[in-house]
């Protein structure tokens, strides 16, 4: 017969903490399969050893995965919820009379340790090497995309300023040579580069967070954000990051996080490079081809005015070097200009008595003119060639199962879709601690359903040979029978 307290204080719990977490909570797999004490190398250097004692940093960062991984989004309501959960306690090695550290304890912490030393960074490195120790890494594959974060910031707080944005891009260089090779091949004059001071413009700036960038895509609402670069492999594992503000474009952002790839061990093993149609520059797919790497990407509709021929349909002539127009006539090379485009031109006294002239320009002299940058040759080996073949056709499709999975994740479980703290380093780091305790979650769940087949399928052998050994002593003539 069940007893009925009136009063609750008179209800005891003598049992020990560890009997009351369920074998099956995510908290005892993180505590069976992660050795948690990486985190004291990466953290002691930072501690002085005179004054008072410190909280045990294992702690701090158990309690922000404790926030990530159970999507609570505010450190404050985390450590009310520490408070009374017994799993928290366990996993955290509280007693249920040792005092929850305070909600402002990790931040100072940060502001003051952590932030300059790049220690969200190093955790992040440091799951992503047990993962591969456990062989779970498959980066033969590598999956790209872009993804914004709504930044901490009123969108209608702001002020207008003139800000000088360099033209200059990340391969100016090395473009900037190629353009004068190619003039020397067509027998023009060398291109003179000075150094670019840059165009004035004027640009939002958040007033709450500055470094924060305009966003404004689609029938999406126009707010400050963040757009996070992301690399994952096959199985849904985050392999490497970037941000930037969210007025930058992704296939600006790519770069620095390709950096960022090739600086993995494993860099060589990787075979193809999968990217949606923001990523389709000339430049991208050179550098990722020039590596040995295939470049996946998908079809992407030409910037064409409504009523004007596509200029796929006017036909490339590499033997020649030249283009033909759906009139069948010839559009002959003029020059190379600074920013890496041959122009294609026609003839206008031809132009004009054709009957086509206003489906193909509006030009007043009736000429066309087509560009076609220096590194177009591999865009066009990438759109036009790799993109029907079977290999694409087999892993592009893996994309909604693997990165974009894990930006639905992110922000439907774990809060991805905005952040709650101010500058481009803090929210990355934050960030970096969430993927971290992303790939943490897949890794433990995985390796304890492993740990647990072969746990049945040790079951099973002993059965098996108890069977056997029951048989060859009953019914000796039946044990070849029995074992097949």
Known sequence: MAVNFKDRSEIMVVSPLNELVPEDHLVRKLDRYIDWSFIYPLTDPL?????????????????????????????????????????YRWFLHLSFEDKVPDHSTYSQNYRRKYKDNDVSQKIFEHILTELISHGL?????????????KAHANKNKYNKQELIVSSAKAYQKELEEEINQDRHHYGKKEIIFNEETGEVKQAKVSKNDPESG????????????????????????????????GNVH??????????????????????????DAGYITPYICKVIMDDDKTPLMPYK?????????????????????????????????????????????????????????????????????????????????TVNHIRHSNLWKEIYPQRKQTI?????????????????????????DDILLLFSAMNMKKMVNYLDKMHQDNHLTKLYSIILQKIEAFASFFIPNKKESLQT
């Open 137 to 149: 890494i498959d980066i033969e594959s590598l999956f790209i995309d872009g993804t914004h974060v």
């Open 214 to 245: 305009v966003f404004h895509k689609g029938e999406k609402e126009k707010c400050f954000a963040y757009s996070i670069n992301t690399a994952c492999d096959k199985h849904g594992y985050i392999v490497g990051a970037h941000i930037e503000p």
């Open 404 to 428: 974009e999975r894990c930006f639905a994740d992110a922000k439907t479980k774990y809060g991805l879709g905005f952040t709650r703290y101010i500058g481009k380093q803090r929210v990355f």
């Open 301 to 381: 509709r030409p910037m064409t005015k409504k009523g004007y021929f596509k200029k796929y349909e006017y036909m490339y002539d590499e033997e020649y070097d030249c283009y033909l127009c759906p009139n069948e006539k010839i559009l002959k090379y003029s020059t190379t200009t600074r920013e890496g485009y041959r122009l294609y031109k026609s003839n206008p006294k031809e132009c004009k008595k054709c009957p086509f002239i206003h489906q193909c320009t509006g030009n007043k002299k009736f000429q066309k003119v087509i560009t076609r940058h220096v590194w177009d040759d591999y865009k066009e080996e």
């Open 250 to 275: 992704d296939s600006q952002s790519f770069f620095p996080l390709y950096r960022k790839l090739k600086m993995l061990e494993d860099f060589q093993e990787i075979k193809h490079m999968v990217l």
């Open 47 to 87: 501690y002085s050893t005179k004054g008072r004692s410190r909280i045990d940093p294992v702690i701090l960062f158990k309690m922000i995965f404790i926030n990530k991984l159970f999507g609570i989004n505010s450190m404050r309501k985390t450590c009310e919820e520490i408070k009374v959960n017994v799993a």
